[in-house]
């Protein structure tokens, strides 16, 4: 997997909301998502979650030689320093 980590929002950072951000993908044959829904997480995180992994691209899954899209659950967590 390749792409850009999620920038943590300027307003959820300052009200301390932190969380994981649950989100259901298709990974096409090519190996970008084709498919991408927010099922669960901080409304606030959200976003960020979204556009980030938008923009992540996969190494294809091949079964028997064949390249074939996927079903997954992805997780972002966005935690603050301490």
């Known amino acids: 997997m390749s792409g850009i980590q ?3 929002p300027d307003l959820p950072r300052r009200m301390g909301v ?7 993908a298709i990974i096409a044959t ?3 998502i084709s498919e991408l829904k927010v099922v669960d997480g901080p409304p606030l995180l959200q976003k960020a979650a979204y556009e980030a992994v ?3 691209r996969y190494r294809p899954y ?3 030689g064949q390249a074939v899209s996927v079903e997954t659950t992805i997780q972002v967590k ?4 301490r």
């Open 6 to 8: 999620p920038v943590y």
């Open 18 to 24: 932190q969380g994981t951000v649950f989100l259901h």
């Open 30 to 32: 090519d190996g970008h």
């Open 54 to 56: 938008s923009q992540w």
């Open 62 to 64: 091949v079964l028997n």
């Open 78 to 81: 966005f935690t603050l320093q």
